[in-house]
């Protein structure tokens, strides 16, 4: 099982952010630093963020 790259963080009282686990930096996704968002908006994409790291991993693994 893999681990999950990105993490949600509260910011400021309902403003939260996505970091990315391994670095434990924000988040930046086109252009975009994943800071100041809702906790339904960064919930929905948090998990959309790890779906697609994973695939993306699992991917590399195969060519490996």
């Known amino acids: 099982v893999m681990a999950n790259r990105y993490a949600l963080r509260m910011d400021l ?10 670095t434990g930096q924000p988040a930046v996704i086109r252009q975009k630093v994943m800071v100041g968002m809702s ?3 960064a919930e929905d994409m948090v998990v959309q963020m790890n779906v697609g790291d994973i695939r993306r991993r699992e991917r590399a693994e ?3």
């Not at 009282?13 to 391994?22: E, G, K, L, M, N």
């Open 39 to 41: 906790p339904r908006e």
């Open 13 to 22: 009282p309902q403003s939260w952010a996505i970091v990315d686990v391994f």
């Open 62 to 64: 195969r060519k490996g």
